[in-house]
């Protein structure tokens, strides 16, 4: 009768031991919910809460010992940013860290999904990184930058400073930004400034530096604009990394004071490149004294390609999504689509160099807008009525973001 008693006993332990082990792993987990109110697809959409958040829930996480699962146990990509370079953390309790970051493809009529935060054994593996800058002091400062879809670069003060006697310096004086079409997913930044300027201004299979910028806004650049006449920065004078991959990375460039039509202003802009997007986010804020409001406008060259393209450009200046678009069908180097999403635009406007889109500004309080571009020979956008489509749809996520709720499970 006591053996049987005590084989009961055992009996009943194992399946109370593999509860209690069940519940303290579903302890260990932290649940997001997401969702949205478009019925179109939302590749890429990029999803970001707290580091506190995951810290309260689950106390003393590693960032390299978490996985971030969908609903079908998919492990997904991730990144956790930084508060500050070089942040202490001397109790364990993840004050040193930003926000836990990641991506989910939502389908069409997929309006809602669930993820989950889990604390693991095992060490988180190494993601592919999908968005990369940095500062390059071997091409006279640029600044380049770049994701899985796209790469942009812009110029630092080296390349404005004049050429010593006898040198072949190029000189440019210019805060417009550039464009790099790429071919392939894989960062190509630093294979192409090894490779040489020749060999980045032709296709070798990855793609190429074929957009033109000069003086001009290039895709994107600003100014303050007085009606009239379009006052711009000189080339950025610093730059910070904030966060780098492997899923987005953040940056700001910093424009010393210059002058517009007697008042002076500075520029901050802080760009954000999420991977999967041939848009990227760009927050300005100028800094001046005097006027309550400057207007700003945000330009595209008007004269974009090489020489001996022949370009055949179509302009579109959208009111509904407010955007203003290029395609250029050119003669060997096929067809590219740029375009600025600025959600508060005020009108359009033109000078010798850029088409332009406005917004009126006021000191110290940033302005967002969008910019971005594609070639027909490396995405699916492949006529300017295709580019328009992604336009808007770029438009309409920006105007429905995402929700985001989460919980202890």
Known sequence: MKQNLKQTLRLLAIPLAMLAAGLASAADKLTIQVSHDLNAARPSETITLPWS???KALPGALIQRIAVKDAKGKVLAHQVTNIAPLSKDPKGEGIAYGELIF???????????????????TLVPVFESKAYGRYIPERLDDFAWENDKIGHRTYGPALEAPAPPGSNKEVLRSSGLDIWFKRVPYSIVDRWYNKGHDH?????????DMYNVGRSRGCGGTGIWDGQTLYTSANYSTWKVIANGPVRTVFELSYSNWDAAGVKVSEVKRFTVDAGHY?????????????????????LNKTPTDKGQNPVIKLAK?????????WVDQSS????????????????AEDKL??????TVSSDKPLRYYVGAAWDRASPYNSDEK???????????????????????
């Not at 990227?280 to 406008?297: H, M, N, R, W, Y």
């Not at 580019?387 to 499970?409: C, D, F, L, N």
Request: glycine residues 8%.
């Open 53 to 55: 958040e995951v810290n």
């Open 103 to 121: 991506q989910y493809d939502f389908a069409p009529g997929e309006k809602q999904a669930v993820f989950s935060v889990e604390k693991i054994d």
């Open 200 to 208: 980045y201004h032709k296709d070798e299979g990855e793609g190429m």
């Open 279 to 299: 848009f990227d986010q760009i927050e300005s804020t100028f800094t001046f004294a005097g006027p309550a409001q400057l207007k700003v406008a945000l330009g």
């Open 318 to 326: 959208n009111q509904s999504n407010p955007s203003l678009t290029q």
């Open 333 to 348: 180097n096929g067809s590219i689509g740029t375009a600025i999403i600025l959600p508060n635009a005020e009108g359009y």
């Open 354 to 359: 850029n088409d332009m889109i406005l917004a």
């Open 387 to 409: 580019w328009q489509a992604y336009v808007k749809e770029t438009a309409e996520r920006m105007q429905h973001p995402i929700k985001i709720s989460i919980g202890k499970s």
